[in-house]
């Protein structure tokens, strides 16, 4: 049987994160995000060879400790919602079926995860489609006041109403926190309610 050490290091812990919700975006040999213990306005938290260091708040450790201050789990309880057994004796049925609602779990949020960052990088290269597209109009259609009069005047005015709408939205999937860029998620698309983990949540269709 592997040792937990070995068991660890053959964890992917950036990964793990990603599927707690957290957003990292790959710097050099690391992973940086906002950190999840504390109120992080600027990215502190990083992960590196499968370990976790907060600069804002100190926290730090494995994925262990990642899951135990997250959900705050005693260690036993950390490990098989990790699917790690501890090793000493064999694993009972019933912590083995936890191990496998803990793995499918797991993998049922990393891919709502996967999902709504997909939007948003779809619907930040839309946002960003129609501003350029509105200016290149409003840049060859208005050069004097009297430009704005009629049906192209209009149609011109319509743009000017929409811009700077489009843009709060790019703002807020470019600068945002999660929270921010989740109410966005759920008031541009239908949403409805799924189950995960045991807690109702919301998701779009």
Known sequence: MNSLPEKLASIDLAAIVVAEGIELRRSRQRYLGRCPFHEDK?????????????FGCNASGDAI??????????????????????????????????????????????????????????????LGKRIRRAYRWITKYVKTPEDLNGSTGDMLQEIYNHLPFWEERLQTLACGTDEQKFDLYKEVNNVGQIQTDGRTRRSGK
């Not at 600027?42 to 907060?54: I, W």
């Not at 309880?77 to 083995?96: F, H, M, Q, S, V």
Request: aromatic share 12%.
């Open 42 to 54: 600027t990215p502190s938290f990083t992960v590196k060879e499968n370990r976790f260091k907060c």
């Open 65 to 126: 400790d990642f899951i135990q201050q997250l959900r705050g789990l005693s260690f036993r309880d950390a490990c098989l919602y990790l699917g790690i057994t501890l090793p000493g004796r064999p694993a009972t049925k019933a912590e083995c079926k936890q191990v496998e609602i803990a793995w499918q779990r797991r993998k049922h949020r990393a891919e709502l995860v996967e999902r709504f960052r997909q939007w948003e990088a779809r619907y930040s290269s839309e």
